[in-house]
Nanobody
Framework: QVQLVESGGGLVQDGGSLRLSCAFS????????VGWFRQAPGKLREFLVS???????IPADVVKGRFTISRDSARNTVTLQMNSLKPEDTAVYHC????????????WGQGTQVTVSS
């Protein structure tokens, strides 16, 4: 069973930065793709970006040029560096994992709140 734990959320001003971390455990890290999602109140969950074991990165348009994902295989951690944050980035941010070659995100973290004030 995969466990995912997010950390690093908080309150930041418009234009600020935050770094989120996702700690992965329970299975072989290299066998999974890890992604970041977010969900704002009253909105659907939104895919942001994913990274595979060979650092193949797939970003959504909304994060291009602002958010950077990285993977540390020694620590089984995936980091999301978020810059130039805007109030509309306010949401609960979740990391998720799916097996390499799989099509569904089977495992989810509990989420971390990010609030961007104007």
């Amino acid at each position: 069973q995969v466990q995912l734990v997010e950390s690093g959320g908080g309150l930041v001003q418009d234009g600020g930065s935050l770094r989120l971390s996702c700690a992965f455990s329970g299975r072989t890290f290299s066998s999974y793709v890890v992604g970041w999602f977010r969900q704002a109140p009253g909105k659907l969950r939104e895919f942001l970006v994913s990274i595979s074991r060979d650092d193949n990165i797939i970003p959504a348009d909304v994060v291009k040029g602002r958010f950077t994902i990285s993977r540390d295989s020694a620590r089984n951690t995936v980091t999301l560096q978020m810059n130039s944050l805007k109030p509309e980035d306010t949401a609960v941010y979740h990391c998720a994992a799916r097996p390499v070659g799989g099509t569904t995100w089977d495992y989810w973290g509990q989420g971390t709140q990010v609030t961007v004030s104007s």
